[in-house]
């Protein structure tokens, strides 16, 4: 990291204002050639820039010396105005002054690199900065001022206990230290197994929460799936025909629903067709059901429980459509709710009872320990590594220290305590160039 880097921190385009970042350790030898000296730092200061007697702009420049600032290094932000031409001509002063164009992701890799923060909380970077519900912007932030490291951290104590025992009893085993030690240890395991088993079964909160939770309509053709989609997306989404069987494909929408982020799909009536575009459509349906985070059984009056009995779950909801026509039959173990898409009646009942699903689900007390997939591998690494040793406590103390400090490395690498060249690319590959 001994080049500087610098990138337009702000979207490309026509705009008000352009922010371009610098960070390394020419900072203030480039803010000097561009004309602008005696800065205070973190002090915005207006400044005009120039390069090679050509003038750039008049705009906001801000100093940021190492170590207090965002990379760790000696940072720098110009603030221009948004014009095409501003940056392009801000741009080429900086690239004839030695500086190369940042990779995406590579400031906070920097700030990651630096000490500036955990590679956890890394990723909550990009998580805020892709949030588009309170929900995922709640959890971002909680991830990025450390509660998430908070929990790894106390996993990583707790396993570090129980290898302090076993190391004790392998390094000295002629000394005066208690029999057994390495047996001490085990109800530390057990609790910490309890912890990742319980972390691993949260059943994906800290996922639905950044990707969105899934919601799928399902039962029969004609109960009114497809209106019941254009009513809840508030738009003519769906095509819908009193033809049965009309749709054939799953169709998805995005919502914010309690500020969380939802995924509805419609799909097609769970029917044995011998039509092969509908037969196909009704498979995709099933797949869709079985992999839902909630299933909103659609019935209409005169359907009879059908196909769509085998994929809706205990908590599931029956919604009985076409309220204006009749009631649909009641079905047994199910909550259920009536409404009429034509009249509008209990549409409200249903956006507050998933509002009230949603923030069950999602929200809790305790932090989500898996927000991310790769937090999900590394957890199960763990806890069969120290599944393992729990095993081999009594009878081969060396072999269950060595699947203790698998277990270690597989926590640790989460943060990125350790062995974090091969996932760096993981992790920022999907940042935003200038961040």
């Known amino acids: 990291?001994?080049?500087?880097?610098?990138?337009?921190?702000?979207?490309?385009?026509?705009?008000?204002?352009?922010?371009?970042?610098?960070?390394?350790?020419?900072?203030?030898?480039?803010?000097?050639?561009?004309?602008?000296?005696?800065?205070?730092?973190?002090?915005?200061?207006?400044?005009?820039?120039?390069?090679?007697?050509?003038?750039?702009?008049?705009?906001?420049?801000?100093?940021?010396?190492?170590?207090?600032?965002?990379?760790?290094?000696?940072?720098?932000?110009?603030?221009?105005?948004?014009?095409?031409?501003?940056?392009?001509?801000?741009?080429?002063?900086?690239?004839?002054?030695?500086?190369?164009?940042?990779?995406?992701?590579?400031?906070?890799?920097?700030?990651f690199q630096n000490g500036r923060m955990d590679l956890a909380q890394a990723e909550a970077v990009a998580d805020l900065i892709d949030a588009e519900t309170q929900g995922q912007a709640r959890q971002a932030l909680g991830?990025?001022?450390?509660?998430?490291?908070?929990?790894?951290?106390?996993?990583?104590?707790?396993?570090?206990?129980?290898?302090?025992?076993?190391?004790?009893?392998?390094?000295?085993?002629?000394?005066e230290t208690p029999d057994n030690l390495?047996?001490?240890?085990?109800?530390?395991?057990?609790?910490?197994?309890?912890?990742?088993?319980?972390?691993?079964?949260?059943?994906?909160?800290?996922?639905?929460?950044?990707?969105?939770?899934?919601?799928?309509?399902?039962?029969?053709?004609?109960?009114?799936?497809?209106?019941?989609?254009?009513?809840?997306?508030?738009?003519?989404?769906?095509?819908?025909?009193?033809?049965?069987?009309?749709?054939?494909?799953?169709?998805?929408?995005?919502?914010?629903?309690?500020?969380y982020a939802v995924t509805l799909s419609d799909t097609a009536g769970l029917r044995d067709s011998n039509d092969p575009v509908e037969a196909e459509g009704v498979r995709r349906a099933r797949a869709r059901a079985e992999a839902a985070d909630l299933r909103l059984w659609v019935r209409a009056p005169g359907d009879a429980p059908g196909v769509a009995a085998d994929y809706a779950q205990a908590d599931d909801l029956v919604v009985l459509t076409k309220a204006d026509l009749g009631e649909a039959p009641q079905v047994a173990g199910h909550e259920t709710l009536s409404l009429s898409t034509s009249t509008g009646q209990g549409l409200d009942r249903l956006h507050d009872w998933i509002a009230a699903r949603l923030a069950r689900d999602l929200s809790g007390a305790d932090f989500p320990a898996v927000t991310q997939e790769r937090h999900r591998r590394r957890l199960q690494e763990a806890l069969t590594a120290l599944s393992a040793a729990g095993a081999l406590l009594d009878r081969a103390p060396e072999m269950a220290g060595d699947d203790?400090?698998?277990?270690?490395d597989a926590l640790a690498r989460v943060t990125g305590e350790i062995g974090v060249e091969e996932i760096l690319g993981e992790v920022f590959a999907s940042f935003c160039i200038g961040k």
Not at 19 to 32: A, F, Y
Not at 59 to 83: I, K, M, N
Not at 202 to 213: L, S
């Open 182 to 259: 390495a047996r001490s240890a085990g109800p530390i395991l057990d609790g910490l197994i309890a912890r990742l088993e319980a972390a691993l079964a949260d059943a994906r909160r800290g996922e639905r929460v950044r990707d969105g939770y899934r919601i799928v309509l399902i039962g029969e053709t004609n109960a009114g799936k497809s209106s019941l989609f254009n009513a809840l997306v508030a738009r003519e989404a769906a095509i819908v025909t009193p033809i049965a069987g009309t749709t054939r494909d799953v169709l998805d929408a995005e919502l914010v629903i309690g500020g």
């Open 1 to 111: 990291m001994t080049d500087t880097i610098f990138a337009l921190a702000t979207p490309p385009g026509r705009g008000a204002i352009a922010v371009i970042r610098i960070s390394g350790p020419d900072t203030e030898r480039t803010l000097e050639a561009l004309g602008v000296a005696r800065l205070k730092p973190r002090l915005a200061m207006l400044r005009d820039l120039a390069h090679g007697g050509d003038y750039i702009d008049q705009g906001l420049v801000l100093w940021f010396p190492a170590p207090a600032s965002y990379t760790g290094e000696d940072c720098a932000e110009l603030q221009l105005h948004g014009g095409r031409a501003v940056v392009e001509a801000a741009s080429r002063a900086l690239l004839a002054l030695g500086l190369r164009p940042a990779d995406p992701g590579e400031f906070t890799q920097r700030a």
């Open 143 to 175: 991830q990025l001022g450390g509660a998430l490291s908070h929990v790894y951290a106390g996993f990583r104590a707790d396993l570090l206990r129980a290898l302090a025992l076993v190391e004790a009893e392998i390094d000295f085993p002629d000394e």
């Open 404 to 408: 203790l400090r698998r277990a270690n």
